[in-house]
């Protein structure tokens, strides 16, 4: 079954922890993103990679990493220096850049 | 840079009655225009997209949108809305470049019984 699977769906995590989002498609798909979500903001681009071993800070990058070491994985690392980490935060891929993008099923992380 | 508009934040629709959903985009050439839909907790759902060609593009669940360029614009429409098409609608772009896929800000659509 062809898709983008992000694990965790619900993740807690303590204030000036680190903490690691997984993305996973199986799509062979070029092009992966991720975005934030926040009530009435709508999407926000946080990191997207073009091809592996390559990616690109997007309009919310601080406090942010990620690593495309492999075509079909793109972890996204939300760091103790995001001030305001809790979010809904979703996955994409596209086959090439600039296409229809594909989304995961999303994580929520609450800062307790 | 391209920027796309949702004018309206929130939509109160009757059951059975027509739906429009306002997008209006901002680009230079012609862009590549996406509906998503998105259900509670969920991720965002490609409803139709336009690349080119014919300007009224189907989609799935009964959805066409169309694309007019002299308006900037690329409405969403439904004849008859159901109740289970209450969710969070998305218009995007993508106008090449380094800028990737921009989204609206949503529209809320919510189905009176």
């Known amino acids: 079954d062809g898709g983008i699977t992000q694990s965790p769906k619900y993740l807690f995590r303590k204030e000036g922890q680190n903490v690691t989002l997984s993305c996973e498609q199986n799509?062979?798909?070029?092009?992966m993103y991720w975005y934030r979500q926040d009530p009435g903001q709508g999407l926000r681009l946080i990191y997207y990679?073009?091809?592996?071993?390559?990616?690109q800070k997007g309009d919310i990058a601080e406090g942010y990493s990620v690593s495309r070491e492999k075509k079909e994985s793109f972890p996204l690392t939300v760091t103790s220096a995001q001030k305001n980490p809790t979010a809904f935060y979703l996955c994409?891929?596209?086959?090439?850049?600039?296409?229809?993008?594909?989304f995961g099923q999303g994580t929520r992380l609450t800062v307790v | 840079a391209q920027s796309v508009t949702q004018p309206d934040i929130h939509i109160t629709v009757s059951e059975g009655a027509s739906l429009e959903l306002r997008c209006n985009y901002s680009?230079?050439?012609?862009?590549?225009l996406f509906w998503y839909v998105q259900s509670p907790g969920q991720g965002l759902q490609l409803l139709l997209k336009?690349?080119?060609?014919?300007?009224l593009v189907q989609g799935i669940k009964g959805f066409e949108a169309e694309f007019k360029r002299s308006q900037s614009s690329f409405n969403l429409r439904k004849p008859s809305v159901h109740w289970s098409d209450a969710a969070e609608y998305f218009c995007?772009?993508?106008?090449?470049?380094?800028?990737?896929?921009?989204f609206g800000k949503g529209t809320h659509l919510i189905i009176q019984p």
């Open positions: 336009y690349f080119s060609g014919d300007t």
């Open positions: 990679s073009q091809i592996v071993n390559d990616f």
């Open positions: 994409a891929s596209s086959a090439t850049w600039n296409t229809e993008a594909f």
């Open positions: 995007a772009v993508a106008g090449g470049g380094a800028d990737g896929l921009t």
């Open positions: 799509l062979n798909h070029d092009a």
């Open positions: 680009y230079g050439a012609t862009p590549y």
